[in-house]
Nanobody, 113 residues
Framework: QVRLVESGGGLVQPGGSLTLSCAAS????????MAWYRQAPGKQRELVAA?????STNYADSVKGRFTISRDNAMMYLKMNSLKPEDTAVYYC?????????WGQGTQVTVSS
């Protein structure tokens, strides 16, 4: 069973920064697609950023230029800068492994003064 565990969420003021981390119970090097999703209260879960094992990335328009996704053999990261109140959500780590979808339990990010 693949397990994904997020960390790094919290409360931050508008304009601030946070870095989220995702640890997997399998070798991340073997996972082709990993991503960060988020879900705000009353809204659908949406893709924030994705990265392949080759390093190709894509971002939601709302976070381009502010967020950076990266990965190494052990972890996946989401560096979030210039945070806005509308970035407030539960952030989920996602991995696609051999056609199966895996999710972490989520970490809360709250942007508020």
């Amino acid at each position: 069973q693949v397990r994904l565990v997020e960390s790094g969420g919290g409360l931050v003021q508008p304009g601030g920064s946070l870095t989220l981390s995702c640890a997997a119970s399998v070798n991340i090097f073997d996972i082709y697609t990993m991503a960060w999703y988020r879900q705000a209260p009353g809204k659908q879960r949406e893709l924030v950023a994705a990265i392949t094992s080759g390093g190709s990335t894509n971002y939601a328009d709302s976070v381009k230029g502010r967020f950076t996704i990266s990965r190494d053999n052990a972890m996946m990261y989401l560096k979030m800068n210039s945070l806005k109140p509308e970035d407030t959500a539960v952030y989920y780590c996602y991995a696609k492994i051999q056609l199966m979808n895996y999710w972490g339990q989520g970490t809360q990010v709250t942007v508020s003064s």
